[in-house]
């Protein structure tokens, strides 16, 4: 049996528990919602562990947000040498956050359930190729 690699499933942003199901609904950036799935599709895992539990992708979207506002800036000041304008460092740094919102939407929910909930296990036996029956494992949750 090939075991799905961590860092794969978190890239592509798979479940925690068997690293097959999607987490999101469709890709990262189109138009329209950026809904996360209610239950994995191919284990049942409920991905909201609790009401409210995705709040605390809030504090992980913010420092992905510092760190990248951080590494814009001074790509800006690397590039351009320019110490005069704060509009220049503004509109680079806010029309750059923009663009990778849905990047920290995504990936700060995928760290928070990865990272940071401790209950939240890889199960190797649900890593396989047909999707699980939902009730023979729901003593999982
Ligand atoms: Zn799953």
């Given at each position: 049996m090939v075991r799905t690699s961590r860092s794969w499933a978190m890239l592509h942003a798979k479940c925690p528990r068997c690293r097959r199901g999607n987490m999101f609904e469709g890709a990262t950036y189109r138009?329209?919602?950026?809904?996360?799935?209610?239950?994995?599709?191919?284990?049942?895992?409920?991905?909201?562990?609790?009401?409210?539990?995705?709040?605390?992708?809030?504090?992980?979207?913010?420092?992905?947000?510092?760190?990248?506002?951080?590494i814009l800036w001074a790509a800006t000041f690397l590039i351009t040498q320019n110490n005069d304008s704060p509009w220049l460092y503004l509109s680079t740094i806010l029309g750059g956050l923009f663009l990778l919102a849905p990047l920290n939407f995504r990936y700060s929910r995928v760290i928070l359930l990865y990272w940071l909930s401790p209950k939240v296990h890889y199960h190797p036996e649900l890593d396989i190729e047909m999707p699980v029956d939902g009730n023979k494992f729901k003593w999982f949750q």
């Open positions: 138009f329209g919602s950026n809904k996360i799935n209610l239950n994995c599709p191919h284990c049942q895992m409920i991905f909201e562990i609790e009401p409210g539990y995705f709040y605390a992708a809030m504090y992980i979207s913010y420092a992905m947000n510092v760190a990248e506002g951080g």
